[in-house]
């Protein structure tokens, strides 16, 4: 694509700003044309995916740390900082072998300890750490190079959480000074990383500056000398500033942008990626909640919802229909489990039957629903449409937004909702992504994304710890199988659309990171031209 040299770009924008007082950033002066620009509305808690989940703090973990192993696009595992890998014969042993010449950013030498008491922060303090390494009982160090993990079942999950977005490879002289790491200062800023990429600056919640490793223990030589993390909250504005060059790549879900941009000759809006996330765009429900304890009424709310509506009209049949916590793309989701199609006479039935009979002007009680704060398509729209929907069954629904994504975090996290609006992946295994919603010993107050509707079920724990530790996958597949439908029925969180979430990016981006993580992978292979 052509456009005026950034440097152009970084003055007029610094002028538009003092002229104008209202631009809500400028460019980075100084970039140049060995610089990724990667705009993005997600704002990150930390950087650290040690102890955070999400694309935000995912994107910035990838280019800043390195991990034992990545996904091919078929999630299979190669080799990253580790070389290579032995698995016993019952599956209750892996033996990683280090490559012998990765080094932190501040030059001390990666060795098997750092491996170690990263799995050990991770399974500590990850929002669902015991889902990724739950069952590792221990981790021996017998050489410098050499990790023996030690696990009490066969693990099947193993390897997708020992890759970038999960198992952050982080230096225990650094990190291991404290009792915990979820609070250290270095999680955000002066991060010491072992990744492809150095952090230069971060502007929190404006902008994060990247720059190249150039003695990186894998070739990096095609990666950009450079990489920006351009945060603009509104996606309308993000989009814009790609069509006119100011940023080289952006990820949506939303489908009226990627249809707008996949009109433009001189942007790419990728065809694959992101296969290993099985992003779900549902309703969560409070089950502590006074009303929503009680699963009739949780039922009431799902016939009460025009599905077809939000799909078809708001999101223009770009998506499909979801009806399971178990994404589609799964080897491990069922076709076969009844569906909540809209039907306003059974709702009303369950919610008489229920105890919550309508007054003499049609209201039965009031709700509030809160949903993430992404674009107005994708969350406003759909708390609107949710809205309607049920006053026709005399539910009044009250809708709270939040300024950004942490204070919403914070609400649900916190359990300060009775329903909300969210997008939650799978992030390709059941272990990995599926279990921390409804697991009993996920519960855990303050921590987004774990179990925050408080739904607890010890058949469905047991369910899903069979499943982890099945003999095979046919096994494996009835279990989740099983656990599928109690989850349909008793609905602690409803599914109502599978996402797609797609990177767009200019010309100039050379082998993009269209892999299952998408732009969650370090930058190794990326380039950038002209």
């Known amino acids: 694509m052509s456009h005026p040299p950034r440097a152009v770009l970084a003055i007029v924008a610094v002028l538009a700003l003092l002229f104008s007082g209202c631009a809500s950033h400028t460019a980075l002066v100084g970039s140049d044309d060995d610089t990724l620009i990667y705009g993005t509305g997600e704002v990150p808690r930390v950087l650290n995916p040690a102890v955070q989940s999400g694309l935000a703090t995912a994107t910035s973990g990838a280019q800043l740390?390195?991990?034992?192993?990545?996904?091919?696009?078929?999630?299979?595992?190669?080799?990253?900082?580790?070389?290579?890998?032995d698995e016993s014969d019952d599956g209750k042993k892996v033996t990683l072998h280090l490559v012998d010449s990765a080094k932190f950013h501040d030059g001390v030498a990666i060795t098997?300890?750092?491996?170690?008491?990263?799995?050990?922060?991770?399974?500590?303090?990850?929002?669902?750490?015991?889902?990724?390494?739950?069952?590792?009982?221990?981790?021996?160090?017998?050489?410098?190079?050499?990790?023996?993990?030690?696990?009490?079942?066969?693990?099947?999950?193993?390897?997708?959480?020992?890759?970038?977005?999960?198992?952050?490879?982080?230096?225990?002289?650094?990190?291991?000074?404290?009792?915990?790491?979820?609070?250290?200062?270095?999680?955000?800023?002066?991060?010491?990383?072992?990744?492809?990429?150095?952090?230069?600056?971060?502007?929190?919640?404006?902008r994060i500056v990247f720059d190249k490793v150039d003695d990186f223990f894998m070739d990096n030589s095609k990666a950009p000398k450079s990489?920006?993390?351009?945060?603009?909250?509104?996606?309308?504005?993000?989009?814009?500033?790609?069509?006119?060059?100011?940023?080289?790549?952006?990820?949506?879900?939303?489908?009226?942008?990627?249809?707008?941009?996949?009109?433009?000759?001189?942007?790419?809006?990728?065809?694959?990626?992101?296969?290993?996330?099985?992003?779900?765009?549902?309703?969560?429900?409070?089950?502590?909640?006074?009303?929503?304890?009680?699963?009739?009424?949780?039922?009431?709310?799902?016939?009460s919802i025009d599905r077809d509506y939000i799909i078809n009209d708001l999101h223009r049949g770009k998506l499909s229909a979801a009806t399971s916590p178990i994404a589609s793309g799964s080897p491990y989701h069922d076709d076969d489990l009844p569906e909540y199609d809209r039907d306003l006479n059974k709702a009303g039935d369950l919610l008489d039957d229920a105890g919550y009979p309508s007054s003499e002007d049609g209201k039965r009680f009031d709700l509030q629903l809160d949903y993430a704060p992404t674009s107005n398509?994708?969350?406003?729209?759909?708390?609107?449409?949710?809205?309607?929907?049920?006053?026709?069954?005399?539910?009044?629904?009250?809708?709270?937004?939040?300024?950004?994504?942490?204070?919403?975090?914070?609400?649900?996290?916190?359990?300060?909702?009775?329903?909300?609006?969210?997008?939650?992946?799978?992030?390709?295994?059941?272990?990995?992504?599926?279990?921390?919603?409804?697991?009993?010993?996920?519960?855990?107050?303050?921590?987004?994304?774990?179990?925050?509707?408080?739904?607890?079920?010890?058949?469905?724990d047991e369910l899903f710890k069979n499943a982890a530790a099945a003999p095979d996958e046919k096994t494996r597949k009835e279990l989740y199988f099983d656990v599928q439908e109690i989850l349909t029925d008793e609905l602690p969180i409803l599914p109502f659309e599978t996402q797609q979430f797609r990177n767009i990016y200019s010309d100039t981006v050379v082998n993009p990171p269209n892999g299952p993580f998408g732009i969650m992978s370090p930058l190794l292979n990326t380039s950038m031209e002209g």
């Not at 999680?187 to 971060?202: D, F």
């Not at 009044?396 to 300024?403: E, G």
């Not at 010993?441 to 303050?446: D, L, M, Y």
């Open 112 to 206: 098997s300890e750092d491996v170690a008491f990263s799995l050990d922060v991770v399974k500590r303090e990850h929002p669902f750490g015991a889902n990724l390494f739950g069952p590792v009982t221990s981790v021996d160090t017998p050489d410098k190079h050499t990790v023996v993990i030690n696990l009490s079942r066969r693990h099947p999950a193993l390897m997708t959480a020992m890759s970038p977005p999960f198992l952050p490879v982080i230096p225990k002289h650094v990190y291991g000074t404290g009792d915990t790491v979820a609070d250290h200062p270095q999680n955000s800023q002066k991060v010491v990383g072992s990744g492809p990429y150095r952090l230069r600056s971060h502007s929190e919640g404006k």
């Open 377 to 460: 398509e994708m969350s406003t729209s759909v708390a609107e449409t949710i809205k309607a929907n049920l006053k026709e069954v005399g539910i009044n629904v009250r809708i709270r937004s939040s300024a950004d994504a942490p204070t919403w975090g914070n609400r649900v996290a916190n359990y300060d909702y009775d329903m909300t609006l969210d997008n939650v992946w799978n992030w390709g295994d059941p272990v990995v992504g599926v279990e921390r919603t409804y697991l009993c010993s996920n519960i855990k107050k303050g921590v987004l994304w774990a179990n925050m509707s408080q739904y607890c079920n010890p058949k469905v």
């Open 65 to 85: 740390f390195a991990s034992p192993v990545l996904l091919t696009k078929s999630l299979e595992p190669k080799p990253y900082l580790a070389k290579s890998w």
């Open 227 to 303: 990489v920006i993390i351009e945060i603009i909250s509104d996606e309308n504005t993000l989009s814009l500033a790609l069509e006119k060059g100011e940023i080289d790549m952006m990820t949506t879900n939303t489908p009226s942008v990627t249809q707008r941009l996949s009109r433009s000759s001189d942007l790419t809006v990728a065809e694959q990626g992101y296969e290993g996330i099985g992003s779900l765009g549902w309703l969560g429900f409070n089950v502590k909640s006074k009303y929503l304890s009680d699963k009739k009424v949780r039922q009431a709310i799902a016939y």
